[in-house]
């Protein structure tokens, strides 16, 4: 028996070893670390942006041979179980169910304690009896012929939208869903512990919770509905009474600070677009998917977490920070924004015109608009600079203190050195002060981490990296052609001299003609005046054995990342000797464009 104690002290738990061994063989570790991490295959290898810490170049690797995760950054690592016990925090028991579930694997009751038991069949009765309630509530829509116009006619929702997210009516009344519920054979005490229904303090009568309201159910990974969002009809006079939103409470099925509307049906496409679109309600989610964005996501009637946040890096690296064109909207960004890139997110902000949501902006202009107003969106500190400096233009030196007050969190958030260096570089240079005049301000309350130290480079010597690969492409030019290809390295090479040399490479081998060692010396020579010692040093670096084949992928990681710093280097230092606050703020823009860029 393959026994363990449970985490949380239940007691003894025990599964056959040989149920553990049929997951494992039936459960493909690559499709369940897939759900949650967006892989590239690289050889025998799987990588991808590390789930348990903030990273920008994949750190994390699975080798599904081996049916292992590992990864370099956080050291984080094991089998499949220990992937879905980090990722859902769960215990191993835990774990081995979900798993047990998804391999089509039965295990054993009796081996769930009984306190295990009763929380398993709970939750499932709690879903059970959400899934029933939607399914209610939709019927109800069907007969609701003004609720229906309104979705439709004012809001523009297609029935496909209205179908796809299985959105419904809640008919005013106090016995509606408690009648329909009874009538199931539902336990009271589980509905009124979802809020879909409530007790009435004083003579403990039992009621709908909502009445009179447009709802969106929360689906949660494998379409489980969590809980519901309802919208009060301000067209149904009876019942005017009430916030205009309504929220499921917490519940054992439902978290409030870590589930995303929109977030189960988009997941796939947030990976694959590697961003998400945040708004802030539920019909702003359904219309910008309507719009062609299928990456919008929103929180369910409370402030973004670092819990939301987290979810979010697990699947891209890039938010677009997209809500309601009105102060508590500019509000609510400037917070998202802030939690965000703490996280490690890069952020963007679509500024929508005053009074506007995505939804009514996308009505009115066109899908293609809003699509055009989310590609171009500006990074959140470029933005928030450009407003805080129109707002205290004019204003002398306060106005300049309160500008650099206004970007301050935005710029202390980031957390790459590198990428807050440039963009403290620029913010300085678009407000007209010294470098170190804003880090000093910034770093008045808070010690700003010093910037990574430039790598001391050697005149006359060449990237590491840079040479390996011009080695590999000796030796293997099909291969490095494909791969410098594949992932538009060939322009990367930072050394005017190599890069000679694999330009010749690539035509060398695209025309069908032959390349050796002299040949690219030629070519550096060509290039760049190259003096004796240099050519002999080349020479043999060219010739010589390389000690340790290193994956050619790596390789080319390696020779992006630095690509990538040393373009952020060059732009730091354009932007500083810029005098032209107008190529200021578009080297800017080019540096965060650089930075949002993931290797
Ligand atoms: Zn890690």
């Given at each position: 028996?393959?026994?363990?104690?449970?985490?949380?002290?239940?007691?003894?738990?025990?599964?056959?070893?040989?149920?553990?061994?049929?997951?494992?063989?039936?459960?493909?570790?690559?499709?369940?670390?897939?759900?949650?991490?967006?892989?590239?295959?690289?050889?025998?290898?799987?990588?991808?942006?590390?789930?348990?810490?903030?990273?920008?170049?994949?750190?994390?690797?699975?080798?599904?041979?081996?049916?292992?995760?590992?990864?370099?950054?956080?050291?984080?690592?094991?089998?499949?179980?220990?992937?879905?016990?980090?990722?859902?925090?769960?215990?191993?028991?835990?774990?081995?169910?979900?798993?047990?579930?998804?391999?089509?694997?039965?295990?054993?009751?009796?081996?769930?304690?009984?306190?295990?038991?009763?929380?398993?069949?709970?939750?499932?009765?709690?879903?059970?009896?959400?899934?029933?309630?939607?399914?209610?509530?939709?019927?109800?829509l069907?007969?609701?012929?003004?609720a229906m116009r309104y979705l439709t006619e004012e809001r523009g929702l297609t029935?496909i939208a209205i179908?796809e997210f299985r959105i419904g009516w809640?008919?005013?009344?106090?016995?509606?869903?408690?009648?329909?519920?009874?009538?199931?054979?539902?336990?009271?005490?589980?509905?009124?512990?979802?809020?879909?229904?409530?007790?009435?303090?004083?003579?403990?009568?039992?009621?709908?919770?909502?009445?009179?309201r447009v709802i969106f159910p929360i689906?949660?990974?494998?379409?489980?509905?969590?809980?519901f969002g309802a919208r009060r009809a301000d067209w149904?006079?009876?019942?005017?009474?009430?916030?205009k939103y309504l929220n499921?409470?917490?519940?054992?099925?439902?978290?409030?600070?870590?589930?995303l509307y929109g977030?189960?049906p988009g997941?796939?496409?947030?990976?694959?677009?590697?961003?998400?679109i945040m708004v802030e309600g539920y019909l702003d989610v359904v219309g910008t998917v309507m719009a062609?964005l299928?990456?919008a996501v929103a929180a369910c009637g409370?402030?973004?977490?670092?819990?939301?946040?987290?979810?979010?890096?697990?699947?891209?690296?890039?938010?677009?920070?997209c809500y309601d064109g009105?102060?508590?909207g500019?509000?609510?960004?400037?917070?998202?924004?802030?939690?965000?890139?703490?996280?490690?997110?890069?952020?963007?902000?679509?500024?929508l015109?005053?009074g506007e949501d995505p939804d009514s902006f996308a009505q009115k202009?066109?899908a293609?608009?809003l699509?055009?107003?989310?590609?171009?969106?500006?990074?959140?500190?470029?933005?928030?600079?450009?407003?805080?400096?129109?707002?205290?233009?004019?204003?002398?030196?306060?106005?300049?203190?309160?500008?650099?007050?206004?970007?301050?969190?935005?710029?202390?958030?980031?957390?790459?050195?590198?990428?807050?260096?440039?963009?403290?570089?620029?913010?300085?240079?678009?407000?007209?002060?010294?470098?170190?005049?804003?880090?000093?301000?910034?770093?008045?309350?808070?010690?700003?981490?010093?910037?990574?130290?430039?790598?001391?480079?050697?005149?006359?010597?060449?990237?590491?990296?840079?040479?390996?690969?011009?080695?590999?492409?000796?030796?293997?030019?099909?291969?490095?052609?494909?791969?410098?290809?594949?992932?538009?390295?060939?322009?990367?090479?930072?050394?005017?001299?190599?890069?000679?040399?694999?330009?010749?490479?690539?035509?060398?081998?695209?025309?069908?003609?032959?390349?050796?060692?002299?040949?690219?010396?030629?070519?550096?020579?060509?290039?760049?005046?190259?003096?004796?010692?240099?050519?002999?040093?080349?020479?043999?670096?060219?010739?010589?054995?390389?000690?340790?084949?290193?994956?050619?992928?790596?390789?080319?990681?390696?020779?992006?990342?630095?690509?990538?710093?040393?373009?952020?280097?060059?732009?730091?230092?354009?932007?500083?000797?810029?005098?032209?606050?107008?190529?200021?703020?578009?080297?800017?823009?080019?540096?965060?464009?650089?930075?949002?860029?993931?290797?």
């Amino acid at each position: 028996l393959f026994s363990l104690r449970d985490s949380k002290g239940a007691g003894l738990v025990q599964y056959p070893a040989e149920k553990i061994a049929e997951i494992r063989d039936r459960i493909n570790i690559e499709q369940v670390v897939g759900r949650s991490v967006r892989l590239t295959r690289r050889g025998q290898r799987l990588l991808g942006l590390c789930p348990f810490h903030s990273e920008k170049t994949p750190s994390f690797q699975v080798s599904p041979d081996k049916g292992l995760y590992h990864c370099f950054g956080c050291k984080a690592g094991g089998d499949v179980f220990k992937f879905v016990q980090e990722l859902e925090g769960v215990d191993f028991p835990q774990a081995v169910r979900l798993l047990a579930d998804q391999a089509g694997v039965q295990l054993p009751q009796e081996d769930e304690s009984p306190r295990q038991r009763e929380e398993r069949t709970k939750r499932d009765r709690l879903f059970a009896m959400n899934d029933a309630a939607a399914t209610y509530y939709e019927k109800m829509l069907d007969r609701a012929p003004d609720a229906m116009r309104y979705l439709t006619e004012e809001r523009g929702l297609t029935k496909i939208a209205i179908k796809e997210f299985r959105i419904g009516w809640a008919p005013p009344g106090w016995q509606n869903l408690a009648d329909f519920l009874a009538q199931k054979g539902f336990p009271v005490e589980d509905a009124l512990e979802l809020g879909l229904l409530g007790r009435s303090p004083k003579e403990g009568r039992i009621y709908d919770r909502l009445r009179g309201r447009v709802i969106f159910p929360i689906e949660v990974p494998g379409g489980l509905i969590a809980g519901f969002g309802a919208r009060r009809a301000d067209w149904v006079d009876t019942d005017k009474e009430g916030p205009k939103y309504l929220n499921s409470p917490e519940s054992p099925i439902y978290e409030k600070s870590s589930i995303l509307y929109g977030l189960h049906p988009g997941r796939d496409e947030i990976r694959k677009r590697r961003r998400a679109i945040m708004v802030e309600g539920y019909l702003d989610v359904v219309g910008t998917v309507m719009a062609g964005l299928p990456e919008a996501v929103a929180a369910c009637g409370t402030a973004l977490t670092p819990k939301h946040a987290k979810t979010l890096r697990r699947l891209a690296p890039e938010v677009i920070c997209c809500y309601d064109g009105d102060d508590a909207g500019r509000e609510a960004t400037r917070k998202a924004a802030e939690l965000l890139l703490s996280e490690g997110l890069s952020v963007r902000v679509v500024e929508l015109p005053e009074g506007e949501d995505p939804d009514s902006f996308a009505q009115k202009q066109g899908a293609e608009s809003l699509k055009k107003l989310v590609d171009e969106a500006p990074s959140a500190i470029d933005l928030f600079l450009r407003r805080a400096r129109a707002a205290h233009a004019g204003g002398g030196v306060a106005g300049t203190t309160k500008a650099m007050e206004a970007v301050k969190p935005l710029i202390l958030a980031i957390k790459d050195p590198l990428e807050r260096d440039v963009s403290i570089a620029a913010c300085a240079r678009q407000l007209g002060i010294g470098e170190a005049t804003l880090r000093k301000h910034l770093s008045s309350r808070e010690p700003l981490p010093v910037p990574r130290p430039q790598p001391q480079t050697r005149a006359l010597s060449f990237p590491v990296v840079e040479t390996e690969l011009l080695k590999l492409l000796l030796e293997s030019p099909a291969e490095v052609v494909q791969a410098l290809g594949e992932r538009a390295a060939r322009n990367a090479f930072t050394s005017p001299a190599i890069q000679a040399a694999i330009d010749a490479g690539v035509v060398a081998h695209e025309t069908g003609a032959s390349f050796d060692a002299p040949r690219a010396l030629e070519a550096m020579q060509r290039a760049v005046d190259l003096d004796e010692a240099t050519m002999t040093s080349l020479r043999q670096t060219l010739v010589d054995a390389r000690p340790e084949k290193e994956d050619l992928s790596a390789c080319v990681t390696r020779l992006l990342k630095a690509h990538k710093e040393h373009a952020l280097r060059e732009l730091k230092k354009r932007i500083e000797q810029e005098t032209n606050p107008d190529v200021v703020r578009e080297l800017a823009q080019e540096a965060s464009r650089l930075m949002a860029m993931r290797i």
